[in-house]
C-alpha cells in the first residue's frame, strides 16, 4: 500500500482523519480511491464517522502488499499520528477522553493484527494514563496523561533526529 494511503487509512481507523483530508486525497490519489469501491457521492453524503470505518475498511483489506501496521512503515505512520494527536491535545483542539479514545483504538488495532498481541510499545503508558481520565469530567486526573504525552512526544522526537 502507497504510504498516503496507508497514512489515511489509519487516521480513518483511528477516526481522526477529516472530510477535508478524505477529499484531498481522493482528488490526488484517483485510481487508488476508485479501488475502494467508494464513489464520490458517498464523501459528500455519509457521516464522518461512518466514512471514516468504510473507507479503512476498504482500503486496509483491498491492500495488494497486505500492509501491516506492524511494519516499519506501520509502526512509522503510527507514531507520526500519535504525535500529531499529542500535539492537538496539548493544544486543546481535542478532549483528552477524544484523544484516549483514538489512542485505545489505535492500540487494539495494532493487538488485533500483530503476530503474539505484542503491546505497541511506541503508545508508552498511555493505557495507564488515559485510565486516569474520567469520561464524565474532561479535565479530571489528566496531569499524568499530559506527562505521559510530552515524554512520548519528546521521545519520538529525538528519536526522529
Request: net charge negative; with cysteine.
Amino acid at each position: 500500500m502507497e504510504e498516503s494511503a496507508a497514512r489515511l487509512a489509519l487516521r480513518c481507523r483511528l477516526a481522526v482523519a477529516t472530510r477535508e483530508e478524505i477529499l484531498d486525497w481522493a482528488n490526488r490519489h484517483g485510481d487508488a480511491f476508485e479501488q475502494t469501491g467508494m464513489g464520490w457521492d458517498e464523501i459528500h453524503a455519509t457521516g464522518l464517522g461512518r466514512l471514516q470505518t468504510r473507507l479503512a475498511d476498504q482500503m486496509l483489506s483491498r491492500s495488494q502488499d497486505g500492509f501491516r501496521i506492524d511494519s516499519e512503515l506501520g509502526i512509522r505512520l503510527c507514531k507520526e499520528i500519535l504525535c500529531a494527536e499529542i500535539v492537538r491535545l496539548h493544544r486543546k483542539e481535542i478532549l483528552p477522553k477524544e484523544f484516549c479514545s483514538s489512542m485505545m483504538t489505535l492500540e487494539a488495532y495494532y493487538l488485533d493484527n500483530t503476530p503474539g498481541r505484542a503491546y505497541p510499545y511506541f503508545l508508552g503508558d498511555l493505557y495507564n494514563a488515559c485510565d486516569w481520565c474520567s469520561n464524565d469530567d474532561p479535565q479530571y486526573n489528566t496531569d499524568y496523561l499530559l506527562e505521559e504525552t510530552q515524554r512520548l512526544l519528546d521521545e519520538h522526537s529525538r528519536a526522529r533526529s
